[in-house]
Structures are given as C-alpha cells and as structure tokens.
C-alpha cells in the first residue's frame, strides 16, 4: 500500500497540469516583456528504482510569441542503448489556446545522432520541430525514458536560456530511504523534501520568471536562476560499479577502466627507445615523443557505452593510429612508461567552469589530457592537437581545477594560468606617408600563448584565402597587399610571428592647408558597448591579454608636425591603457599598451566597463595635424 500511495504522489505531480489553459492572451504582461517565448508549464519526475534502473517522466508546454522563439518550438531528445525513450505525446496549440494538431508517431524523427567529430557513437535522438505559421502559438510534448544504467541523474534549471520566460517549471525527484544521493543547487533554489513511506521526494519549482534579455561578455545565467545537480553514490553501469561520493572514488573508477590497457607492442616499444636514444634530458625525450604523437596519429571520437570513459587501449592506438581524447593521452602514457617517464590522465572540462572541488559527478568534465607531474614544473600535454607545443594546453583548458587520476584515486589539481602578460601581441609598424596621404606600410607582430591560439590558424590556410582573409580584415584601405608570411619559429614554444607589407589608400584628411592623421591606425577600438540598466548577468572579457603597439610615420617631404595630442594614461580595475606621442624630425613615434583582466565582475560593474571602454575609444581617435613647412 505505501508503494501504491507514492506511485500515485508521483503521477499526481507529474500531471498536474493536465488541464493547463493555453491561451497566450493569459500570460502575465510580466511574462512577456523582452520574451521570444514562455515555458507554460514544466514538470520533470525522476524516480531512482535502483543502483542501476530509473525512470524519467518529462512533460513541457512552451507558447512561442515571435518568429525568433521558433527555435524552442522542437522537440530534441537524445537516448542510447542504455535508455530508451516511449509513450512520446506532441501538440499544437493556436494562440488561444485550441488544439491545432495531435502528432502521430510517424510524423516524429528517429535517427542517429552522430557528431561531425565523431565516427561511432551509440546515441540516437527522437525529433520533431513543430510548424506555425501564425503567432503566437503553443507546442505540448511529454515522454517517459526508462534507464538501465545510471551515471548521472537528470538536471532542472528554470530559465533555459535568455529571452524565455518561466511561468511554472518544477522538478521532483525521488528515490528509496536507504539509497545515498547528493545534489547541489544554486544560491536562491530551495529544496522542499517529504517521506511517503519507503520513499523520499525532493522538489524543486520556479514560479513567474521574467525573461532575461542577453547581455554583452555574460558569464551565463546560471548565477541568478534556479539549479539543480544531482549525482549517485553508489551506481552500477554497462557491467561497471563504482562510488562518485568523492572525487578521490571517482578517480579510482576511472583508472580502474583503465586497468592493463597501457600495453605497446613489441614493435612500437622498440621504436620508442630508438627515438629517444640520444636524447640527454626527460624534457627532451618528452618532446620527441610528443612529436612523434602529433605527427602520427589524428583525433577520431568514439563514444560507444562504457567506451564513453574507457580508453581504447594504446595497443589498438599503435596499430590504427587514431583515437579519442581517452585514447589519444593513454597512448601517450604508454610511450613515456616505456621512456621510464611517470604520468597521469587528466580528467577536464575543456571550455568549462572548474571542478567543484567539493561535489564530485559525472558531467563536470568533458575531455582528457595527459600531465607529467614535477614539484616545480609539471607539464600538461594536449594529446589531441597536432599542432599546440609542448606543454600548451590552449586557453579554454586554462586556469581550472581538474581531475588527476592516479593509482590511489582521483585528486584535484590546477592547469597553468595564462596571464595577461604570457597573452600578448607585440606589434612594430612603419608607415611612410605620401603627400597624396596613400602610404607604404610594413607591420610586423608577434603573438603569444592565447593569441598565438586566435591567430594559429593562418599558418593553415591556403595562400589565395589568406590573402583575401587579410584584406578583408585589415585596419588600413588596402590599395595592393604586396607580401605577408605567418612563422612559427619554435615549433616548442606558442609563438606566432606576421609580417606585411602593403600599399594603402588615403590615411589622411584634409582641412585648407591642413592634414589631419589619426595616429592609431593599426589596433584601434572602432565601438562602444552600449549601457545596460538593471543588468543581471557577471560578465567577463573573453581572455587576459596585453597589447603593445608601436607605429613609426615618416612625413612626406616638406611636411612638419603642427599639432600633438598629449600622452594618455587610463587606469581601472579592469585593465589599463597608454598612448604615447613623440615627434623628431620628420618622424612621429605612437606607442600605445593595453592591458586587461579576464576575471568575472559583478553585473553592476558594467557599466563602469562601458565608460572605460569609452575612453580608450576616445583615446585611439587621438589625431595630429601636419602642415607645409615654411
């Protein structure tokens, strides 16, 4: 009786909405200010059945108000062997709420879902994208999917994305009074929780939400929605058992998959003591290996069960010569063990937030690399590029906590941080001005770390679309690009150099007997941020950097300088800046830094980033005025 009487809360939650009126002319006035769409109505039910089964019962209904809000009318739900979706239901609803169309199974898509970087997987993905040629109208779908496997539990979060407004979600989630679970919520999400016999139900909701409109360098919404996370103990999944209840038991599953899979063949071991025969230094063998790594093998995802989190083993890597990121680092391991070199994988969410050291679960990271630990310089390898140094990691890997695994388990530790120092473009350029104000200008730069990263792909393009690439985005009218050439002359190190040359068209304005330069022609901030009242979102710039600039005018004959802007100094919590003017002879010598951080700031700070924005705006359209000499 208990379990009947739960059972039945359970349902009880789940369609409580049976009835909802879907008349758009009922939507709060609140509700539809700055929204494309509003979700009517959300209820997610999660019952955890067992160490290994579980059943998820979804139901939403989103009113479209604007063609723009088309994009949430689709129904996108992704399955695999170890899950399987049924009892799919689809609706469509006018504006007033009057049922257009019940879908049938025929009209909804079952196909795989493979990635463009992927040559197996095992997911699939049921599909339907409902059509309205009128606004607004109301898209109603539900399904039930039944789990066989349970890594992770389903996430809730109230505000899916900017520009959509919530007018009820909620999400229930039960499981058995013995079975250990922990979640983890945002700041303003409260957890209610009851007992129903052998039973305990968590629930969360979200009632009348404003949409939130996008805001410039947001850092997401998630620190002002409502979240939930939630994660197992104990689980059994695709033959596999383990405990996420730490990270360190979470990293012993994970080496445990990994168990005898660092074997080389005979031949490759042989070939790897060959390369490394005359190398002096464990950093110089490093290096040979991980060439011999770039050079040889390519990234292939494989995304096939348990294979999700198992590498292949470096045996098979040896002999085909690809991999996934797993694969591609264990492969790696295998050849400095034979080198007598110690390392370890690395569990990382690439372009992700950092490991919450304190809550350990799957989902947190999204691809593997490779370490070598040193007390005072341990060196991290992106096994995956055929192009990165030695040791560079790229910026989206940066400056996080990440998983360790080691044969004691897993432990938290940090990737190197790029600053804005180690970010740099240095930049000399020299112009020489015609009286007609064409010029002959030769630019030569280099760039390190992050920007070497913005700017590698260059060196990979063909010379035709890289000449067109370049005119399109150069600062200066491009009268004839005559010469350009990318380097990389330390395959080692994350340096890029560029150098051009180039004929331009008119760098001048003329007043009378005047001519007016703008004395930054080269990296110039051409736009503002606008201001955003009542902001919501932190923001951030997308990496620290540090710019330096120096540009050389040789005057046309017979001219002098009659006017000089002063030298500008602005200084801020965000960055700081400097233009410097000096005239000798017949030359003018600008220079010109800036220099800013990539760490998160309050919503209320931005504007304050506008107005400094503003004045290196202002700054960078500094003129000089030149004039006949007499």
């Given at each position: 009786m208990k379990k009947i009487i739960s059972t039945l809360l359970g349902i009880a939650c789940f369609n409580a909405v049976l009835a909802q009126d879907y008349d758009a002319a009922k939507i709060p006035e609140e509700l539809k200010k700055d929204a494309i769409a509003v979700i009517r109505n959300?209820?997610?039910?999660?019952?955890?059945?067992?160490?290994?089964?579980?059943?998820?019962?979804?139901?939403?209904?989103?009113?479209?108000?604007?063609?723009?809000?088309?994009?949430?009318?689709?129904?996108?739900?992704?399955?695999?062997?170890?899950?399987?979706?049924?009892?799919?239901?689809?609706?469509?609803?006018?504006?007033?709420?009057?049922?257009?169309?019940?879908?049938?199974?025929s009209d909804i898509k079952d196909q795989s879902l493979l990635s463009d970087f992927s040559i197996f997987e095992d997911n699939r993905i049921k599909k339907l994208k409902f059509v309205s040629l009128t606004y607004p109208y109301t898209i109603e779908y539900s399904y039930t999917q039944n789990f066989k496997g349970l890594l992770y539990f389903p996430s809730w979060r109230d505000l899916k994305g900017f520009n959509v407004s919530v007018e009820r979600s909620a999400y229930t989630l039960q499981k058995n009074k013995g079975y250990a679970l922990r979640y983890l919520t945002g700041s303003n999400t409260k957890t209610d929780s009851a007992t129903v016999g052998d039973k305990v139900l968590y629930k969360w909701k979200s009632v009348n939400v404003p949409a939130i409109t996008s805001e410039p360098l947001s850092t997401g919404i998630d620190n002002i929605c409502q979240?939930?996370?939630?994660?197992?103990?104990?689980?059994?999944?695709?033959?596999?058992?383990?405990?996420?209840?730490?990270?360190?038991?979470?990293g012993a599953w994970i080496y445990g998959l990994n168990t005898g899979g660092n074997k080389l063949p005979e031949a490759t071991r042989g070939m790897v003591q060959n390369l490394i025969k005359d190398a002096k230094t464990q950093q110089e063998k490093v290096r040979i290996l991980y060439?011999?790594?770039?050079?040889?093998?390519?990234?292939?995802?494989?995304q096939l069960g348990i294979g999700g989190f198992r590498p292949i083993v470096a045996e098979k890597v040896a002999q085909v010569n690809y991999g996934d990121c797993k694969a591609l680092s264990n492969y790696m391991k295998a050849m400095l063990n034979e080198a007598g070199i110690a390392s370890n994988l690395i569990m990382i969410g690439n372009d992700m937030p950092s490991l919450n050291k304190n809550y350990s679960s799957m989902g947190q990271a999204n691809h593997m690399i490779l370490c070598i630990p040193s007390a005072k310089d341990t060196t991290f390898l992106e096994c995956t590029s055929q192009y990165n140094p030695m040791g560079?990691?790229?910026?989206?890997?940066?400056?996080?906590?990440?998983?360790?695994?080691?044969?004691?388990?897993?432990?938290?530790?940090?990737t190197p941080i790029y600053t804005e120092k180690d970010n740099y473009q240095i930049r000399k350029t020299k112009i020489n001005l015609q009286e007609d104000g064409s010029a002959m200008l030769e630019l030569k730069s280099t760039y390190g770390n992050a920007q070497f990263e913005d700017n590698f792909s260059y060196t990979l393009m063909e010379p035709v679309e890289l000449r067109k690439r370049l005119i399109e985005n150069s600062p200066v009218p491009v009268a004839e690009l005559v010469s350009f050439r990318y380097l990389q002359p330390d395959k080692n190190l994350p340096v890029l150099n560029e150098e051009m040359s180039m004929k331009t068209n008119s760098l001048i304005t003329r007043g009378g007997d005047k001519m007016f330069l703008v004395l930054n022609q080269i990296n110039r901030k051409e736009s503002i941020p606008l201001k955003v009242e009542n902001r919501k979102t932190p923001f951030a710039v997308p990496f620290s950097y540090n710019d330096e600039d120096e540009i050389t005018y040789t005057l046309p004959a017979g001219y002098k300088v009659e006017f000089m802007p002063k030298d500008i100094v602005i200084t801020s919590e965000f960055g700081t800046y400097t233009a410097k003017f000096l005239t000798k002879d017949n030359t003018i010598v600008y220079t010109r830094t800036q220099t800013m951080s990539d760490k998160k700031y309050p919503a209320e700070k931005y504007n304050e980033y506008v107005d400094f924005n503003k004045k290196i705006y202002q700054a960078d359209k500094q003129k000089a005025v030149l004039a006949k000499a007499l």
């Open positions: 959300e209820e997610q039910f999660f019952d955890i059945k067992s160490l290994s089964s579980g059943q998820y019962d979804y139901k939403v209904a989103i009113t479209i108000l604007t063609k723009a809000g088309d994009q949430w009318a689709e129904m996108d739900e992704v399955y695999d062997k170890f899950s399987e979706i049924s009892n799919v239901r689809a609706t469509l609803y006018d504006g007033n709420g009057k049922k257009v169309k019940d879908y049938k199974s979240w939930v996370k939630a994660s197992p103990d104990q689980f059994e999944y695709d033959g596999s058992s383990g405990n996420f209840n730490n990270w360190k038991s979470f060439n011999h790594l770039q050079q040889n093998t390519r990234y292939v995802s494989v560079f990691i790229g910026y989206s890997n940066a400056d996080r906590n990440v998983l360790m695994i080691t044969d004691d388990g897993g432990k938290i530790v940090h």
